[in-house]
């Protein structure tokens, strides 16, 4: 074997370099991801009634849509916000109406779909932190960390629009009242993690999970009609301001990369 031959190999077998997948965890990221869990909402019954393509119809498009978004997110060596916040969006929209789907085309309860993907999620971190040791998302690094942190986010949108449906069918609170309840929530887990010192990844997967429901109280409470308790601009409107303000956010956060994690590249094992 000539010395070209074995420099060409060498090249070929070698693990490709990536930097961190994920964004930093900023006030830019909560933002983001409370809209994209109201788009989430929105979008999906905007496809689903005036588009007409149906639960299932609906499924399908934004499931294949999710595929191809993840395709390009998989690919990326870095973080690219342009990539990473349309996969989120699409994952908001697919983890609903997976959840959709099971109720109402399947039957299945509330309480049902929720203790579902409540053991789902419960399965995938311990999956996780067996193969990794950690459940960070600051060290979303290799592809199968990349694997299991994308399928915890669609067990979180999953879980969180049956648990924030379920109980906004239980306690009748209204939309403007869950969404003020949930936001206490988070606040009672940003307290508890900055002052009392509880685990920062368990504080951000808790706030993750709640941001879902907050999101779709927030997107509900603006898009459904005002004899129903909302505001009545529509879930045309309302999808199209957050997709507007979550394309201006992240068209900043390319521009600055105020986001970026930019530690040493790790080579993939």
């Known amino acids: 074997m000539t010395i070209t031959e074995k420099s060409q190999r060498a090249v070929a077998s070698r693990p490709r370099q990536m930097l961190n997948k994920v964004p930093e965890v900023t006030l830019y990221f909560w933002i983001i991801k409370i809209m994209a869990t109201t788009v989430g909402e929105t979008a999906a019954d905007y496809l689903n ?35 990473y916040w349309l996969a989120v969006v699409l994952i908001s929209v697919v983890g609903t109406l997976i959840t959709d789907n099971m109720v109402d085309n ?50 979180t949108f999953a879980l969180g629009t049956a648990a924030g449906d379920l109980v906004a069918e239980t306690l009748n609170l ?63 409107v309302t999808s199209f301001i957050f997709l507007g303000v979550i394309l201006a956010v992240v068209v900043f956060l390319t521009r600055t990369r105020r986001d970026a994690i930019d530690t040493p590249a790790v080579i993939e094992s």
């Open 49 to 83: 009634d005036h588009m007409g393509l149906g639960l299932t119809g609906t499924s399908l498009v934004m499931g294949s849509l999710l595929v191809v978004a993840l395709y390009f997110q998989f690919k990326a060596r870095k973080y690219v916000p342009g990539i």
């Open 106 to 155: 399947f039957g299945m309860s509330l309480k049902l779909t929720t203790a579902i993907f409540a053991v789902c999620l419960a399965a995938t971190f311990a999956a996780w932190y067996s193969q990794e040791r950690t459940l960070s998302i600051h060290s979303i690094y290799t592809t199968r960390r990349e694997g299991f942190y994308w399928l915890t986010i669609l067990f």
């Open 174 to 236: 209204g939309y403007w009242k869950s969404a003020i309840m949930f936001g206490a929530m988070i606040a009672a887990v940003a307290i508890a993690c900055f002052r009392f010192r509880l685990n920062a990844v368990l504080a951000f997967w808790l706030a993750y999970i709640l941001t879902r429901p907050l999101g779709a109280s927030i997107g509900d409470y603006l898009s459904q009609a005002k004899a129903d308790g909302g505001l009545g601009l529509g879930t045309t």
